[in-house]
């Protein structure tokens, strides 16, 4: 029988010490805390209404996806920002950052925290600087400003960064966080969006300056990029990163584990785009699936198991499809260490 609680287990592995069991993603809690709403600042979270437009701090319009589990993109084609060069004209500090009663927000938040989970975040203007740059201008203009004019895209991003790191002093006093975690999907299916001479020049050093507060206080670390990046993981790891999610298996995952030598996490590494989310896969395959994740990645410590599917809210099939997989790896979790 297991000696320590999920939450023990997993900030073993978050610490690079081998778990006692095969940890979870979400063994640590909640990717981030949120915040009091009525004296302090909270970001709209969207609505539940497929189709039904929501707007962020900046007038960013949004739209939710029924099929995607309600997951929100910008809505196609209302872009608030189309020339970079007209960035300060358009891009201003939103009211709302003005009056946060932090003490406030930390007094009713702190106490509906499970003790058992990590006080994670922090606050953030945006849903990260390559994200927040295309939710601005969209893929094509985004794209466009990075080559033809760098220094302003760097320009409007340190003005987010800035903001960011006013707001990290204030949460690192009131809430003293276990955990930072930052998220910029900033590559695709096949390779970052950007190539690494432009990674290097724009976003490595945002990254940097955005994590190091929470670091210098003595926070873990984990970071959210899906698709393959598997270059960036270098200058990731460097920055003070300890573990990375959702780590997805187009990526060379076992070769990462090896080369950071159980000190770098990899969360994930599940194809829930694949034949498990097929009709036609049997309930033995998908099992078979489960185990064979937990065969090529738990060896050695070093990772998460972060398996299911994405599908409707209350799709049958994909609720039945994410139990069989949540029951396989609760049966085979502690026969790894």
Not at 91 to 98: H, N, R, T, V
Not at 137 to 149: Q, S, V, Y
Not at 286 to 294: E, F, G, M, N, S
């Amino acid at each position: 029988m297991p000696t320590l609680t999920p939450y023990e287990n997993y900030l073993r592995m978050l610490r690079g010490e081998m778990p006692e069991y095969v940890p979870t993603m979400m063994d640590g809690g909640g990717m981030f805390i949120q915040m009091e709403y009525s004296k302090g600042w909270r970001p709209p979270l969207g609505t539940s209404v497929p189709g039904e437009i929501w707007y962020d701090m900046w007038g960013v319009p949004w739209v939710s996806e029924w099929n995607a589990s309600n997951g929100s993109l910008p809505a196609p084609g209302q872009f608030i920002l189309e020339d970079i060069t007209k960035w300060r004209d358009v891009i201003k500090k939103p009211a709302l950052l003005e009056n946060i009663d932090w003490e406030y927000c930390a007094s009713v938040d702190l106490p509906k925290m499970d003790p058992q989970f990590l006080v994670s975040g922090g606050p953030s203007v945006g849903i990260g600087y390559f994200q927040t740059l295309v939710a601005f201008m969209g893929f094509d203009n985004g794209l466009i400003a990075c080559m033809e004019e760098p220094e302003e895209v760097k320009a409007m991003l340190n003005f987010l960064l800035e903001l960011n790191l006013e707001m990290a002093k204030e949460f690192i006093h009131y809430y003293k966080p276990g955990l930072y975690g930052m998220g910029d999907d900033i590559a695709h299916e096949r390779a970052p969006f950007v190539s690494m001479a432009v990674f290097e020049d724009i976003f490595e050093p945002i990254w940097r300056a955005d994590v190091a507060p929470y670091k210098d206080a003595g926070c873990l670390a984990s970071i959210h990029v899906c698709g393959k990046l598997e270059e960036l993981i270098p200058a990731i790891v460097d920055m003070g990163f300890n573990a990375w999610n959702p780590a997805e298996p187009q990526n060379d995952l076992v070769a990462i584990k090896s080369a950071y030598n159980g000190k770098f996490a990899v969360c994930g590494g599940f194809d829930g785009n694949g034949p498990v989310c097929y009709p036609e896969t049997t309930e033995e395959e998908v099992r078979a699936y489960v185990k064979q994740q937990l065969d090529l990645y738990a060896p050695g410590g070093a990772y998460a198991f972060g398996g299911g599917i994405m599908g409707p809210p209350e799709d049958a099939f994909a609720t039945a499809r994410r139990d069989i997989i949540t029951d396989e790896f609760e049966k085979l979790r502690y026969s790894y260490y």
